[in-house]
């Protein structure tokens, strides 16, 4: 059983406290082994460890066997003190590992807090792993022995290492590389070392080179690297087996890891090392770790008690008579549960080698921390001071006991979060220079929780550096934000997703009279999820999702809990965008309704990648001017002085479109600059051809006529204007439809491979590599394909491979429709026509005439 006393005095000691999210691919055992850690922390009973899978808190989860939210737990660890080496064992000519004993118990000594959270690794919920990354210091990345590195292993590692986030690794499922593909130890290690190596290249390409982490390179022999098997709750790491060997060496156990892996040979005749292989030596790894450990594994399978228990003594593992009675698989969890438990070897490589929150906030607070780096609030935060001014970042909510309400699931970065606390809510939209305060609520905190999975534990209050329930805080914030308790705070930076949603269903309710719990219903729903959009448009209710399952979770969550009312779904609908594919063939000109003011406009492409980089917050509205100017002139071949006159981004302020006043000489124009830029902002949230959201275009103020009475110029005089001018410019620089398309991993046996690709190829797939993964039967064939041609993929890949092919989709990019939108035979003019419909206009994009004034 958890003890709720001795767990809260303990997170007083933020050196003592690692906070830690489990990030890997769909299906890689983050699950099964977070139950280890569990059970020896007292949470979950041994046995269930591997088979509860215990963070899965929903019902679907368990009957999907994926992990759809992630799921914060806070556990206490008492270790003992680490010792060099330890008691030799007995003799043992023939036997397993000679010489070894089993690794230190764990006595109590240091008490240690693990605040961990398991992540989904399925993409479609890649946003619930932003959001445990933003509150975590550290991630042990998982992966699959057999089927190495993949797709979202990559995506989630470049998540991480945006965030400053630490890594260290456990490569999972050894057993398959005992049993299924029954791999000799020289191609077990090469496998290994193959797998290591590609987590590396992707540690060194996304690592930066500001090396603020300190070393951040894996390796067997630093002790940041950890094998097992989730499943059957065994697991070691090169420390351990190095202090087994130790004594009988006579070495020291630093100097023995650092031969148990690489270009170390080992013979038993001559009891010397040497560095290459010869007759008669064997590696350090194979001899010392894949011998034994196959060995043992095999005795067990078949169920060989002698063998086994004579292993068993050379390695100090007494048997029970009962325990003694089992078979097979049964026999192979106890033995090796009790030889080698999978949570020791990942404590040691979590507790060594994770950063602490003291630790970790003095270099990722400059990342995470909007405003100046000197005042009190990020002086805190660096220090990690429990008596600084308050600073929590709150990065999910999670439905509480009482129906309709949510804890907010945070970060403590600085002083201490107390029940009753007044404090002030933060949202998104807060801007502490703006006169007029929004998205600002100054409340207090009606309770503070400690986080164990699915139960929660009161807590008075909780000091910094650990991960919190807030009670009472719902009712201000939406989905994230920023809680202190200091008058002059900024904002934490808000979390930039790697998925967007681009699917898209509409819901109505059955019974008319039902309506209030639906839009109800679509509250809860969109605080509940990162990711999920809910909006109204044209009296429809849309749920827009990252892919087909995210979706189906979403809606089965609003049909049974949040609304709890039957509801009718529309088929799945992807978001498309819109953008010009040159520039305008004339000057546009829009007058205003007094015929008093002028606007002359032009629309281009922004240049390739330009749009990418502002979405990506690599070019933002808010960075100083001289530094933006460089990177455009640089990499983008802008002019200077246009790159100094740029007036907003838009949607929103930030999105990938740009406005730039390129007039000379003009009166009054910044007298309605404020006007023309929220013109700007209603036009590149909806476009000239279907009201969608507008990408990539550069709108340009060529010329203006601005009257010098400010009565004729005022908003409702320049914003009609200047929406006429621009969807002109839109409509003359050959407007065209953006389609989202994702990238497709599809992982087959050889044989399955032609049956894939030529699916593929009918869905408008654009294969870009093919990959036979070495020292496997698989093949990995990646591919292009637009979003739209996604849904029922997944049934008629089963179908055409057997069942034998797994696809994974990733939001990529956005390429522009093929065929000119004015052409009725094109597919651009079809998806047009039909979004128009559907959203109730006029069936014909409106003529250019109905835009253009003439002088």
């Known amino acids: 059983m958890v003890n709720e006393e001795k767990l809260r005095a303990a997170m007083g000691q933020s050196r003592n406290i690692r906070n830690m999210a489990v990030i890997a691919h769909v299906d890689h055992g983050k699950t099964t082994l977070t139950d280890a850690l569990l059970a020896r922390a007292g949470v979950i009973s041994l046995e269930q460890a591997g088979v509860k899978r215990a963070t899965d808190t929903r019902k679907d989860e368990q009957e999907k066997g994926i992990t759809i939210k ?74 699959d022995c057999v089927e190495g590195v993949c797709v979202q292993t990559e995506t989630v590692l470049r998540q991480a290492l945006a965030e400053r986030i630490k890594p260290v690794l456990m490569v999972n499922k050894m057993d398959r590389a005992v049993f299924e593909t029954q791999l000799a130890p020289e191609e077990m290690y090469q496998s290994l070392a193959r797998t290591i190596e590609n987590v590396n290249v992707i540690l060194s390409t996304y690592g930066g080179e500001d090396g603020v982490m300190g070393d951040i390179m894996l390796d067997p022999t630093k002790g940041n690297v950890a094998f097992g098997s989730g499943l059957h709750g065994w697991g070691f790491n090169l420390g351990q087996f190095a202090r087994m060997y130790a004594a ?114 003095m270099y990722r607070t400059e990342l995470l921390y909007e405003g100046p780096m000197d005042d009190p609030v990020a002086i805190a935060m660096r220090k990690c001071d429990p008596t600084g001014p308050l600073m929590v970042y709150v990065s999910k909510m999670v439905p509480a006991a009482d129906k309709g309400r949510f804890l907010a699931v945070g970060r403590v970065f600085s002083g201490t979060a107390s029940s009753g606390t007044k404090v002030r809510i933060m949202g998104p939209d807060y801007k502490p220079d703006s006169a007029i305060k929004t998205d600002l609520f100054i409340k207090p905190i009606q309770g503070t929780k400690i986080l164990v999975g699915a139960t929660t534990y009161s807590a008075g209050d909780m000091p910094c550096g650990n991960i919190v329930g807030l009670g009472g805080i719902d009712k201000y914030l939406l989905k994230t934000g920023t809680i202190t308790t200091y008058e002059h705070a900024h904002n934490m930076k808000v979390l930039k997703f790697s998925v967007s949603p681009v699917v898209r269903v509409a819901v109505d309710v059955i019974n008319p009279a039902h309506l209030p719990k639906l839009v109800e219903g679509l509250k809860r729903l969109s605080k509940a999820d990162p990711m999920v959009q809910c909006k109204t448009e044209n009296g429809q209710h849309l749920v827009m999702g990252a892919g087909e399952l995210h979706l189906e979770v979403c809606l089965q969550d609003l049909e049974e809990d949040h609304a709890g009312v039957p509801l009718k779904k529309s088929e799945p609908v992807v978001t498309y965008q819109e953008t010009v594919v040159d520039k305008s063939d004339r000057v546009c000109l829009a007058k205003s309704s007094n015929k008093l003011c002028r606007l002359h406009m032009t629309a281009e492409p922004l240049p390739a990648g330009l749009a990418d980089a502002i979405e ?97 110029r005022g908003g409702g005089q320049v914003i009609p204007m200047t929406r006429r001018a621009m969807l002109a410019a839109m409509l003359t620089a050959q407007p065209r439809v953006l389609e989202p398309v994702y990238l497709v991993e599809v992982m087959c046996p050889k044989q399955a491979v032609g049956a894939a690709i030529n699916l593929l190829s009918r869905k408008r797939g654009e294969i870009i590599e093919q990959n036979p993964q070495e020292g496997t039967p698989m093949t990995t064939v990646k591919a292009y394909m637009p979003v739209n041609e996604s849904f029922g993929f997944n049934g008629e890949l089963r179908g055409d491979t057997g069942g034998q092919a797994f696809p994974q989709f990733h939001f990529d990019h956005w390429q522009v429709l093929a065929g000119d939108t004015a052409d009725l035979t094109s597919r651009a003019c079809a998806v047009v026509t039909e979004i128009r419909k559907r959203k109730g206009l006029v069936e014909k994009v409106p003529a250019l005439e109905n835009y253009l004034d003439k002088l």
Not at 125 to 141: P, Q, W
Not at 269 to 297: Q, S
Not at 669 to 686: H, K, P, Y
Request: negative net charge; proline residues 5%.
């Open 616 to 712: 990506k917050g690599l070019i933002k509205s808010t960075m100083d001017v001289k530094e933006r100017s460089r990177i455009l002139v640089d990499e983008y071949g802008f002019e200077l002085a246009d790159t100094k006159k740029i007036w907003c981004f838009g949607p929103n302020g930030s999105g990938p479109n740009i406005l730039v006043d390129m007039t000379k000489g003009v009166s009054y124009i910044q007298d309605i600059r404020d006007a023309v830029v929220a013109g700007f902002q209603w036009v590149t949230g909806e476009g000239a051809l279907t009201e969608n959201t507008v990408r990539g275009v550069r709108f340009n103020i060529v010329d203006a006529l601005v009257h010098r009475d400010a009565s004729h």
């Open 70 to 143: 992630s799921t914060a737990v806070s556990m206490l660890f008492e270790r003992a003190a680490p010792t060099s080496s330890l008691n030799p064992g007995e003799e043992n000519p023939e036997g397993v590992g000679e010489g070894v004993t089993r690794p230190a118990g764990s006595g109590a000594g240091v008490a240690y807090v693990v605040n961990l959270i398991d992540s989904p690794g399925h993409v479609d919920f890649s946003s619930e792993v932003t959001a445990a990354l933003r509150i975590a210091d550290g991630a042990m990345v998982v992966v």
């Open 248 to 361: 009988r060496f006579k070495v020291k156990a630093e100097k023995l890891q650092r031969r148990l892996w690489g270009n170390h040979f080992y013979s038993p005749t001559e009891g010397k090392w040497r560095d290459t292989p010869a007759e008669g030596y064997e590696r350090g790894f194979n001899k010392f770790v894949i011998e034994p450990l196959v060995k043992m594994l095999r005795a067990c399978k078949d169920t060989d008690t002698e063998t086994v228990l004579k292993l068993a003594s050379n390695v100090n593992v007494t048997l029970t008579s009962e325990e003694r009675a089992l078979t097979g698989k049964s026999l192979m969890r106890c033995v090796m549960k009790k030889w080698l438990p999978a949570a020791e070897g990942m404590l040691d490589v979590i507790i060594e080698h994770l950063p602490s929150p003291d630790v970790a906030q």
